[in-house]
C-alpha cells in the first residue's frame, strides 16, 4: 500500500479531543403564532436557568488482544477489491490483503512491540524479487489503544448494505512537526476514518486511511471493510523474511 517504510501506518494516526457544540435557546417571543407548548426547550437551557449535565459520549475505538476479522480491501480508483483478514492475539496482530493470486498482496503486523510492513505485489509496481520485510520500530497494541483514545467523534451513521450497521464514525490523523497550531513547519501526513460498532468500540466495521501510508494507491486512500468481527485468539506468524523483533 505505499512505500515499504512509510506503508501500512495507519496504526500512527490519531488527533485532538472531542468536541461539542451547543445550541443557544431560541426566545419565544420571535414566534408568537404557535403555542409555547409547542416549542421544546433547547438542551443547554431548562426553565430553572440551570445547565443539565452533557450526554455521555460515546467510547472511542478500541483493539482487543484477541480477535478475528474477515472482509474486503478495497482500492477503488485501481478496481481492486480482494479478500482481507485481521487477527489478533495476546496482544500481537496480523493483516493480509490479497495474495498469490490476487493484483495485490500484503501483510502488516504488529509483533512482540514492532511494527512490520511486507509488500508481496502490488499493480505497475515491481516487486520481484519481493521487497523486504521492513520493520518500522518500537509499536503495540497500547500505543495504538492510546491514540485512539484522543480521535474525534464524528457521529453515529447507519452503513447500508446487505443489512443496515448501526455505527459511531470517528477519524483520527497525524501531523508531524510542530505541536503548536500556527507555527512553521507541521505538515499532515494521514488520517483515517473508523466505524465501529454503537453498541461495543471494540467491534470494528469499517476503516477508510488516507495519506502518505498509502504512497502505492494513486488516489492516496484505500478501505478495509469488515464482514466477520469475533473475540477468538487468531493467528499472528511472522514471515520468515522479516527481522527479529526489536523487543
Known amino acids: ?20 457544540m451547543a445550541a443557544i435557546a431560541p426566545d419565544v417571543a420571535a414566534a408568537p403564532s404557535l403555542p409555547r407548548t409547542t416549542l421544546a ?5 431548562l426553565a430553572s436557568g440551570t445547565v443539565p449535565v452533557k450526554p455521555e459520549e460515546p467510547r472511542p ?21 480482494v479478500p482481507f483478514t485481521w487477527q489478533g492475539r495476546n496482544g500481537d496482530s496480523q493483516m493480509t490483503a490479497g495474495g498469490p ?32 520485510c521492513d520493520s518500522l520500530g518500537f509499536f503495540n497494541r497500547q500505543i495504538l489503544n492510546d491514540k485512539l483514545k484522543t480521535s474525534r467523534f464524528v457521529g453515529p451513521e447507519i452503513l447500508q448494505g446487505n443489512k443496515d450497521r448501526y455505527v459511531n464514525h ?31 468500540p471494540s467491534q470494528w466495521v469499517q476503516v477508510l486511511h488516507f495519506g502518505l501510508q498509502n504512497l502505492f494507491d494513486p488516489e492516496l486512500d484505500e478501505w478495509f471493510t469488515l464482514a466477520t468481527f469475533d473475540r477468538r485468539p487468531g493467528q499472528v506468524t511472522l514471515p520468515d523474511r522479516c527481522p527479529p523483533p526489536t523487543s
Open 41 to 45: 426547550l433547547p438542551r443547554t437551557t
Open 1 to 20: 500500500m505505499a512505500s515499504t517504510r512509510a506503508r501500512r501506518t495507519w496504526v500512527s494516526v490519531a488527533v485532538g479531543g472531542l468536541i461539542a
Open 61 to 81: 475505538p478500541l483493539l482487543p488482544a484477541d480477535f478475528q476479522a474477515t472482509g474486503r480491501y478495497i482500492v477503488r480508483d485501481l478496481g481492486i477489491d
Open 170 to 200: 470517528w477519524r483520527v490523523g497525524v501531523v508531524v512537526g510542530s505541536t503548536r497550531p500556527g507555527e512553521f513547519p507541521r505538515l499532515p501526513i494521514g488520517q483515517a476514518d473508523v466505524y465501529v460498532d454503537q453498541r461495543d
Open 101 to 132: 493470486e490476487y493484483p495485490i498482496w500484503f501483510t502488516n503486523l504488529i509483533f512482540h512491540n514492532t511494527l512490520y510492513t511486507l509488500t508481496y505485489k502490488w499493480p505497475n509496481i515491481p516487486l520481484f524479487p519481493p521487497r523486504r
